[in-house]
């Protein structure tokens, strides 16, 4: 009773009239076994066993498989947390040395005094020939051409300018400015 049937193609199938009481799973046991240990190799071990040897033999088999790709998915797993641990590193050594660059740049801006521009324009006196509309105007021409020169406005208005100016609507200018309102 030749459990196993040669073929010319080197591969081999466990007989189910012989063997009708192996399952289809112990039959792709078996195949894979002659693909690891040799085809006659398998067919003489198997002969020499009774059933219940045999399915213990297939079963070992199959437990060691198992137990090889639990071994396999183990060191992926621990590659794959140490490749994780890392990055984890590397990005939190970039993140502290983005920190340092940014505070020593952020030191530097901040450690020079902004020069203080003086605009060269008359005073708001609040009387009625003298429009408010007119001096915004004025301040805002200055501003501008401030800006277009430097790149950069920053104004400083004495609070009692703001004091002696009614409600003011929306005005703007076409630059950026940053008021500093002095006591």
Not at 9 to 36: I, N
Not at 103 to 125: F, N, Q, V
Not at 135 to 145: N, Q, T, Y
């Amino acid at each position: 009773m030749n459990m196993l049937d040669d073929e010319d193609d080197q591969s081999f199938h466990a007989t189910r009239e012989g063997y009708s009481h192996l399952s289809d799973v112990e039959r792709d046991a078996v195949e894979r076994m002659g693909s690891t240990m040799g085809i006659h190799a398998v067919s003489v071990m198997l002969e020499a066993l009774n059933r219940d040897a045999q399915h213990a033999t297939i079963a070992k088999f199959i437990q060691n498989e198992l137990d090889a790709e639990r071994e396999k998915v183990a060191l992926h797993h621990q590659q794959g947390s140490q490749q994780a641990e890392l990055l984890r590193e590397q990005g939190a050594q970039q993140f502290e040395l983005l920190r340092q660059q940014q505070a020593a740049a952020g030191g530097s801006m901040h450690s020079r005094r902004p020069e203080t521009l003086k605009i060269d324009i008359s005073k708001y006196r609040g009387v009625e020939e003298d429009s408010l509309l007119i001096w915004f105007v004025e301040l805002d021409d200055a501003i501008k051409r401030v800006a277009s020169t430097t790149g950069i406005c920053k104004l400083h208005l004495p609070s009692q300018i703001w004091q002696d100016v009614p409600r003011l609507g929306h005005w703007g200018s076409s630059c950026t400015t940053h008021m500093r309102l002095g006591r």
